[in-house]
């Protein structure tokens, strides 16, 4: 299945020579440009099977990607308290993103897996298709960008991820690409940017952490329409003692370099 979001180039055409060609069924659908996390809710609308696994459309999968998320499936599917399972992401090089040291299969959830765990680095997440119906992407006005983590935490909540150390995914971060602007995408959607910061600062992570993201809350929150009174409502008023000055020059800093 392709969701095309509102691409400019011959991705079209050269998507319906291989649908003429019928060697395996593709369903292609464009929409207008609205962002990752909007091509992901109409994915998630139209889905069938058991499984979604999201690849970009400038990274590829290698040979026995998908063999290998089969075998680690069959261990945890009749679970109903593991959401999915979540492989390694590699460069086109071969050398790992992020944690690079060998690490046995894993039982945990996002958010320990990041802050107990200490598991560094984008990863490769397959997720039982009928548990993320369930936590569609939250979509503002005019905002093109949501992390992605902001869903994956709220499934952390009530269920655990499978955790493998094999290379599932190879990618490579463009200059122009989503990794590389994106301060400048969290200030132009203020909004999914504070949900995110606010929500994270909320869970049960080390203190560091929740102040990080205090500051970041108040980083972005100097593009968005808010009063500082309205959004003290959203997060700790103790951490923003901290947090506010600091989100405060970091945005005078962000906005001196874009």
């Known amino acids: 299945m392709i ?10 055409n050269i998507v319906n020579d291989w649908i003429k060609e ?26 069938q099977g058991e499984l979604f696994f999201i690849v970009d459309s400038d990274d590829i999968l290698p040979v026995n990607s998908l063999e290998i998320i089969n075998n680690k499936v069959d261990a945890i599917f009749a679970n109903n308290k593991i959401a999915g399972v979540v492989g390694r992401k590699a460069y086109f090089n071969g050398k790992k993103v992020g944690t690079t040291e060998f690490f046995e299969d894993k039982i945990s959830n996002a958010l320990d897996i990041r802050f107990k765990h200490h598991l560094k680095g984008d990863l490769a997440e397959v997720f039982k298709l009928d548990i993320l119906k369930e936590y569609l992407f939250p979509s503002f006005e005019k ?31 463009l200059e122009d690409g989503l990794t590389s602007k994106i301060t400048k ?24 952490q929740k102040i ?3 500051i970041n809350f108040w980083r972005f ?17 103790i951490l923003s003692i901290i947090g506010l000055p600091i989100g405060f020059v970091m945005a005078i800093n962000d906005k001196r370099k874009i």
């Not at 593709?26 to 609308?45: M, P, S």
């Not at 969290?186 to 910061?197: A, E």
């Not at 100097?222 to 008023?237: D, G, H, K, T």
């Open 3 to 12: 969701v095309d979001d509102g691409s400019t180039d011959d991705t079209q």
């Open 22 to 47: 019928g060697e395996i069924p593709i369903r292609y659908y464009k929409q207008e440009n609205g962002g990752k996390h909007r091509a992901i809710n109409k994915g998630l609308d139209v889905a």
């Open 143 to 173: 905002e093109r960008f949501c992390p992605e983590a902001l869903v994956w935490n709220r499934i952390a909540e009530k269920y655990e991820m499978l955790y493998f150390d094999q290379i599932v995914y190879k990618c490579e971060y």
């Open 185 to 208: 995408l969290r200030q132009q959607s203020p909004n999914s940017s504070m949900l995110y910061y606010s929500e994270l600062e909320k869970y049960n992570i080390p203190l560091i």
């Open 212 to 214: 990080k993201a205090n």
């Open 221 to 237: 929150s100097f593009a968005s329409p808010n009063s500082i009174i309205q959004n003290l409502q959203r997060v700790s008023v």
